[in-house]
């Protein structure tokens, strides 16, 4: 029986994640706006822009708020010489054991968001799909790809 997974993402996903949920609510500002301008445009029934309006508070907390402390707390991983273990899932728990041998391609991934706070995300690809391991500091994510790469070249040597 495997253990869980022990290793966790930097704590500044945290702040990544909650200024990725300023930038939806900013969105969702200007959709409300839009739909408030239309409501007395066109004489809508105020209860169109009433909800609109609560729907996208609620969105916007859940987003800066909720959802980044939650997703920190769940997100753990592990590479061992065998396989990739991941544990991650606010309201479904996902547990993923990836073969090291099944491995086929690992790269590092950097948006604005990420960058700001020297954070990375560690992708790596099989032939059923492509898996990640979000928020790692620059040091780590570059570590961890290199970790990956090596083991997964080792696998195909043993076969």
């Known amino acids: 029986m495997y253990n869980d997974p022990q290793q966790r993402i930097h704590?500044?996903?945290?702040?990544?994640?909650?200024?990725?949920?300023?930038?939806?609510?900013?969105v969702y500002g200007v959709i409300v706006a839009g739909v408030i301008y239309l409501s007395v445009r066109f004489d809508?029934?105020?209860?169109?822009?009433?909800?609109?309006?609560?729907?996208?508070?609620?969105?916007?907390?859940l987003e800066i708020l909720i959802w980044p402390k939650l997703k920190y707390k769940q997100w753990r991983y592990e590479i061992l010489e065998e396989e990739i273990q991941l544990q991650y899932g606010i309201l479904v728990r996902h547990r993923t054991l990836i073969p090291m041998i099944r491995v086929q391609h690992v790269d590092t991934k950097q948006g604005p968001i990420l960058r700001r706070y020297g954070l990375a995300t560690v992708t790596?690809?099989?032939?059923?799909?492509?898996?990640?391991?979000?928020?790692?500091?620059?040091?780590?994510?570059?570590?961890?790809?290199?970790?990956?790469?090596?083991?997964?070249?080792?696998?195909?040597?043993e076969i």
């Open 124 to 157: 790596f690809s099989t032939a059923a799909g492509s898996h990640e391991i979000p928020a790692l500091s620059e040091a780590a994510a570059e570590q961890v790809r290199r970790r990956i790469a090596n083991l997964a070249r080792l696998s195909d040597e």
């Open 11 to 26: 704590p500044s996903a945290l702040k990544a994640w909650m200024l990725s949920g300023w930038i939806s609510a900013a």
């Open 44 to 61: 809508w029934p105020p209860w169109i822009a009433i909800a609109v309006t609560v729907l996208a508070l609620a969105e916007s907390v």
